[in-house]
């Protein structure tokens, strides 16, 4: 039996046929990449099993975590200590600097109070000014003000840090692309905030050298 020729109507449907299988397949294709791009984001519900990328990942997130924990607990301990030191430091100098004086008064009295030499208070107005100024003078060596400001301000900032990075990655696995921004911003705060403290350490020792 002869084949019927192909009329121009027939061609048109073959062509359109064609066309509708190759949009078929770029929808095919379009949703493929879509799934995988989402699969990068996927919450860790959707995730099993783990790569070895994966791994290098999660090594590097509990060394992060272990250094944070550590400085952490050094700037809150050093806290703790320059925020007492300089009370004590600043309460004594007040209290004897208020008692320098009052001995001085004491002691220009014919009859001083309790009976007290006038010569016994002029040495204990000279030993309380003494005390005073290397008081004065280790508080400001020691700086324990702006220590006691920059360790709070440094924990408080790695703290801030760390919260955020847990907040962002919840419902993430480790490896996604998501979880990776999040890790690597927080290991960049961490890092500015220890760049800064030894920025501010050796500064100290320039501020001592002579001007050239």
Not at 85 to 108: D, F, N, Q, R, Y
């Amino acid at each position: 039996m002869a084949e019927r020729p192909s009329t121009p109507a027939d061609k048109a449907h073959t062509q359109a046929t064609a066309e509708q299988q190759f949009e078929a397949e770029d929808i095919k294709d379009a949703l493929d990449l879509k799934r995988e791009a989402e699969q990068g984001d996927a919450p860790v519900s959707n995730l099993s099993g783990s790569s070895p990328l994966t791994e290098q990942w999660q090594r590097c997130a509990e060394k992060l975590r272990a250094q944070v924990a550590k400085s952490l607990g050094l700037y809150w301990r050093e806290c703790r200590t320059t925020a007492k030191k300089h009370k004590l430091i600043s309460t004594a100098a007040m209290v004897l600097g208020l008692a320098t004086p009052l001995i001085i008064a004491e002691a220009s009295k014919v009859k001083p109070l309790f009976g007290v030499k006038p010569e016994y208070l002029h040495a204990a107005a000279f030993v309380t000014s003494l005390s005073v100024a290397l008081l004065e003078g280790f508080r400001r060596i020691g700086k324990f003000d702006s220590r006691w400001a920059n360790s709070y301000r440094d924990a408080t900032d790695i703290k801030r840090a760390r919260d955020t990075f847990e907040i962002n990655t919840i419902g993430y696995a480790v490896g996604t692309s998501s979880w990776i921004k999040s890790f690597r911003e927080y290991r960049a705060a961490y890092h500015t905030v220890i760049d800064r403290d030894i920025s501010r350490i050796s500064s100290i020792g320039s501020d001592a050298e002579p001007e050239k």
